[in-house]
């Protein structure tokens, strides 16, 4: 069992920047590939990023490639996305998620088994 929880979440101005954290409470995140998703009002919810298993690499949409940098520490058992140059379409509540792929990076929710609750990012123009 993993639980997760996001925070650093808030209102910034258009290409400011935010750093995301996502920390498991409980398991080893270590060990899990660990995907960043966002969810827009009255969208679905879509694919930001993977942070892989060390040496696998980094994967990101390309709606925020060059802007965004998923990182491990797994010291402290947490998973960041650093956010700059954001842009008003950035706004959406953004969502860890954690799971064991049968490759390097899925864009798939339904890879992912265990999700934290979700922050708010929100850029105003």
């Known amino acids: 069992q993993v639980q997760l929880v996001e925070s650093g979440g808030r209102l910034v101005q258009t290409g400011g920047s935010l750093r995301l954290s996502c920390t498991a409470s409980?398991?080893?995140?270590?060990?899990?590939?660990v995907g960043w998703f966002r969810q827009a009002p009255g969208k679905e919810r879509e694919f930001v990023a993977t942070i892989s298993w060390p040496g696998a690499g980094l994967y990101y949409a390309d709606s925020v490639k060059g802007r965004f940098t998923g990182s491990r520490d797994n010291a402290k058992n947490t998973v960041y996305l650093q956010m700059n140059s954001l842009k008003p379409e950035d706004t959406a509540v953004y969502y860890c998620?954690?799971?064991?792929?049968?490759?390097?990076?899925?864009?798939?929710?339904?890879?992912?088994?265990?999700w934290g609750q979700g922050t708010q990012v929100t850029v105003s123009s």
């Open positions: 409980e398991g080893a995140l270590r060990t899990y590939i």
């Open positions: 998620a954690a799971g064991r792929l049968t490759g390097p990076s899925s864009n798939w929710n339904s890879d992912y088994r265990y």
